[in-house]
């Protein structure tokens, strides 16, 4: 699911946030948008990364390169692709090699270089424009060939979040993962990031591997006070408290498990990684948390 993180208001429409971000959604609408079955994406060949590789009805091989903005060398990068991928012939139980390969460019425009490009090439190229298309409260993906005004669309399943007009973008690492979840979980995080941000004004949030955290200032000086950690496709959340409840002067960086619903628990202080030792004791954490809600009822 698509949230509005996802697409960010340009001055000519929408558009998406990243180009990490429209990768995964044609990929994920690709046989809707195009007829095309996925063999692959990001494959690298000869030291080349292709966005994504695809066969169509005819087995013929398709290399798709995607831009979110217009690119005068697109034409170059795909003949690279094309004569990487002719030395290794990857998917040769998929893809007929005796057919012509289809290179295909989608860009939101193109440039006048490009058209000359082709124009001389004696490759078989493609050149698809795409748009972000709103209609009422829905948002769709619209392709258009450029050669035969062919056009085709998809719709975005786009939502829309309350009161974050005003928050930064949040980093690619993080949609990434919020967009595997379902759109409870997607709910409860971006309200949860958007609690921390607005918590005080001076609120930043510092990208790295792995890892989104939020603090005051910046480089070395930086006072965290949470922390979103990516491990395996999971989402962790870190609170940087006192330890001994509150008295203590020392701070420790202590994980919180939760259900993105109704239920947490801090589990115990982890001063890097996600904690080897606090997982091994998760099954009497639950048993924990059920025995709480016994006692409630």
């Known amino acids: ?14 558009e998406f946030v990243s180009e990490e971000i429209l990768e995964d959604f044609l990929y994920e609408n690709l046989e809707i948008l195009l007829d095309l079955k996925v063999l692959d994406r990001q494959y690298i060949v000869n030291s080349q990364r292709c966005d994504i590789l695809a066969v169509d009805s005819q087995e013929k091989l398709v290399v798709l390169e995607l831009k979110n903005v217009e690119d005068r060398g697109i034409v170059q990068q795909l003949t690279r692709y094309y004569d990487a991928l002719l030395d290794e012939k990857p998917f040769s139980e998929k893809v007929d090699y005796q057919q012509p ?9 193109f440039h006048r270089d490009n058209f000359t490009d082709r124009k001389y090439h004696t490759l078989d190229f493609k050149f698809l424009k795409f748009s972000v298309i709103q209609d009422e409260d829905n948002f769709y993906f619209c392709v258009k060939d450029i050669d035969n005004g062919e056009i085709s ?14 928050l930064p973008t949040p980093p690619t690492a993080l949609l990434k993962v919020v967009n595997n979840l379902d ?3 997607q709910e409860e995080i971006f309200r ?10 001076r609120m ?15 480089g070395k000086s930086s006072k965290f006070c949470a922390e979103f950690f990516l491990d395996k496709g999971e989402l962790i959340i870190f609170l940087w408290i006192p330890y001994k409840g509150g008295e203590s002067s020392r701070i420790g960086r202590a994980r919180i498990w939760t259900d993105w619903q ?3 628990l801090i589990e115990g202080y982890v001063s890097s990684g996600v904690g080897a030792e606090i997982n091994r004791h998760k099954r ?8 709480i809600e016994i006692g409630v009822h």
């Open 204 to 218: 930043r949030e510092f990208s790295s591997a792995g890892s989104i955290k939020y603090g005051i200032g910046s």
């Open 153 to 166: 669309k998809a719709i975005i399943p786009y939502q829309e979040l309350e009161n974050d007009l005003d």
């Open 183 to 185: 759109v409870q979980k």
């Open 284 to 291: 009497s954490m639950q048993k924990l948390i059920e025995a």
């Open 262 to 264: 109704d239920k947490a």
């Open 101 to 109: 390969v289809r290179l295909v460019a989608i860009t939101p425009n």
């Open 192 to 201: 949860v990031r958007q609690k921390i941000l607005k918590f005080d004004s």
């Open 1 to 14: 699911m698509f949230s509005n993180a996802s697409l960010i208001k340009s001055g000519s429409g929408w």
